[in-house]
């Protein structure tokens, strides 16, 4: 199956802007790691610049890896992206390079490493956020937006095949899904020579093999190797490590990021501390394609789905409880994202939330807690197309401490459930969280 095609069949998450008033944050600059850490732009801190100009975006790794600018530079924005200041990309080739070689260097070249870029990009245009070196280093280190795509991450100009394409791409999401407005986090990582992309903390099966890149000249912020389709948008920050992340500093890196720049993060995904639960599981839960780990397991449009246990009644909940408490606002699900596999997905999903700390091993510690509806959805199979990934915004809850899903039959189906946010602090005597201002509630069912 072209994995490629497959999501261009599922459906474009949109986001609402919300502002993040937590009196301090989970994940701190102070919290994510160093090691191996080559290059650290930070739109907060210094900004070189002349006139209206970026001509220098300094490293704050401590190894000089400054970002340098000697024609079509970009420009400094202040109250960008969450308030903080931001590089801008507005004509153009607007780009800054980076050295990949030299005793001061990001040493990436055939080697394995992780990109972190927070941007913001409201354009509809193809368009490269990182690249080869200006001019010359098309097919190296690129992470893309848009094209047919929501983000895709081309490591190497080697060529590979999966049996199923030539493989010298990851693809993730459909056309325009980051680049609504918002910003977001992008993390392009090589692990054992095989590229892998994530946006917001989810990824997919759809990796690239023979990955590391032999390029040595430089790598390239806000356009394509060869000059063409250039980024549109503003880069608040860009982490650029010479090795692999373990998942959990990975998901510190994330969590510091998104709660920093108000960038929506996947908080019900295992990846970030999420297990998933279920009362009822389809043949026992002997079926490996129904497990009920496929419920989170970070992967975007995944084919496995959790199912009731086909009572034919309305018993059947499943959800996540978080690594800790949340400020959660959207959330998406779907049924058979691949296109086969289309039905169970007719009937009425009602979400409910808890603020108590329960234990997912025990259903009778699932169901102590108090639940409290909060959203509904019902789906008649003529309004929208019911088995693609939707998703919908709500008022914000805060201190959340899981989500579970109840359902009208026990026959309906869901591949993965995404609650997005972010983490917050446990609270402390003596301290308080900031409200967050509520959002009114939008239902954004479009097929």
């Not at 931001?86 to 490493?113: E, K, W």
């Not at 197309?385 to 998703?391: A, G, I, S, V």
């Not at 959340?400 to 446990?426: C, H, K, M, W």
């Amino acid at each position: 199956m072209n994995l490629h095609r497959v999501r261009r069949k599922v459906h474009r998450a949109t986001w609402t802007t919300i502002a993040l008033l937590s009196a301090t944050s989970i994940a701190s600059a102070d919290t994510i790691t160093t090691s191996g850490l080559k290059a650290w732009l930070k739109g907060d801190a210094t900004i070189v610049t002349s006139g209206t100009d970026v001509t220098q975006w300094n490293d704050n790794s401590g190894n000089a890896n400054n970002a340098t600018a000697v024609s079509q530079f970009p420009s400094k924005v202040t109250n960008a992206i969450n308030g903080l200041t931001a590089v801008a990309y507005t004509d153009p080739v607007d780009h800054l390079n980076l050295p990949t070689t030299g005793a001061s260097a990001l040493n990436i070249v055939n080697s394995d490493y992780e990109i972190f870029v927070v941007s913001r990009s409201s354009s509809t245009a193809t368009q490269f956020m990182t690249g080869g070196g200006f001019s010359s280093g098309v097919g190296s280190y690129e992470m893309q937006l848009n094209g047919g795509l929501g983000a895709r991450f081309l490591p190497s100009t080697t060529a590979t095949t999966d049996g199923t394409h030539l493989d010298t791409f990851a693809d993730l999401g459909v056309a325009n899904q980051f680049t609504d407005g918002r910003a977001h986090v992008f993390n392009a990582r090589v692990d054992a020579n095989v590229g892998y992309l994530r946006v917001s903390g989810m990824e997919n099966g759809d990796t690239v093999l023979n990955a590391r890149s032999s390029y040595t000249n430089l790598l390239t912020l806000g356009v394509r190797g060869n000059g063409s389709l250039s980024f549109v948008g503003q880069m608040g920050e860009v982490l650029i490590y010479n090795r692999a992340l373990s998942s959990t500093e990975r998901r510190e890196v994330e969590r510091y990021l998104a709660n920093k720049w108000n960038a929506p993060l996947n908080v019900a995904s295992q990846t970030q501390g999420g297990v998933a639960f279920a009362n009822e599981l389809i043949s026992g839960g002997t079926n490996p394609n129904h497990h009920i780990d496929h419920l989170n397991d970070a992967k975007y449009g995944n084919a496995f789905s959790w199912i009731g246990n086909n009572t034919g009644s309305a018993t059947a909940f499943a959800g996540v409880k978080f690594d800790g408490p949340c400020d959660i606002n959207s959330l998406a699900f779907g049924r058979a994202a691949t296109g086969s596999n289309t039905d169970r997905s007719i009937g009425t999903y009602t979400f409910q939330y808890t603020l108590d700390n329960f234990s997912t091993a025990s259903t009778a510690s699932i169901n102590a807690a108090t639940w409290v509806s909060f959203l509904t959805i019902t789906y008649d199979g003529t309004t929208v197309t019911p088995w693609l990934r939707h998703l919908y915004d709500f008022a914000t809850l805060t201190n959340v401490r899981g989500v579970r899903v109840q359902l009208s039959t026990n026959t309906l189906a869901i591949d993965e459930l995404e609650v997005y946010g972010f983490a917050v602090p446990e609270p402390t005597s003596g301290a308080m969280l900031i409200a967050i201002c509520p959002l009114v509630l939008r239902r954004r069912p479009r097929a």
